[in-house]
């Protein structure tokens, strides 16, 4: 079968349904790269935002609350080390559901077993290495963050798994038959970051806080406030426990 070729004197021999193709996804790509640009640097200003506003105030929090089981545990005879494992566990359970943004040696298990899965020295050639290049690029950039549910959704996606190791092309020619197919690929990694995007803790909360923006509302400042008490709440309680 002859191969179809980009080259100006074999473009009009081109099938134009493959032509259009092409054309469609590129336009589709464009749009995919944009959007996900653009949710990126709205969710890191926000984490941003977050950080400052809630997150010290959540540390603050997490602190007294290990003060108050260490002094219990004096105070009560409880078993301190069932205690401390409950709550270790009870910690990163909230970190993970209030958005906050979560570090050390948890977060870097995660991220060193995301990298076993798709390093590229694993690949088997050139355009697998690329395509875990992608992965691994994502994979970086959520550790930096301490974007723990990204991680994970890389960790367990069957599809991806899939996609890193398929669509093998033995043809390197620059036709339009393999740009489709890059096209896709290509197309199908933006739509993973997307979805990673809207899976994570903190983008749900940013969600939330527009929509409350709309109504003159400022979330952040409200949830700083509920945190205030219950530090103010948590100190109380720790000092008649001291």
Known sequence: MQSISLHPSAASNEPPDLTLEVARLESALAERQSELATLREELHAFKVRYTQIVGGRLSELEDIEQAIKQAETHVLGVDAAADEDEMRAGAVSGAFESGA???????????WSVAKVFHPDHALDDEEARRRHTIMAEASRAYREGDVESLHSLLGDENLHFYCAGGQNEDHAEDLATRLINLKEELRTVEFGL????????YRIKVAADEEAKQGRDALAAMAERTDRQIVKARRR????S
């Open 101 to 111: 943004v979560p570090t050390g040696t948890a977060l870097r298990k995660l991220f």
């Open 195 to 202: 979805k990673r995007i809207k899976q994570d803790g903190v």
């Open 238 to 241: 720790l000092a008649h426990l």
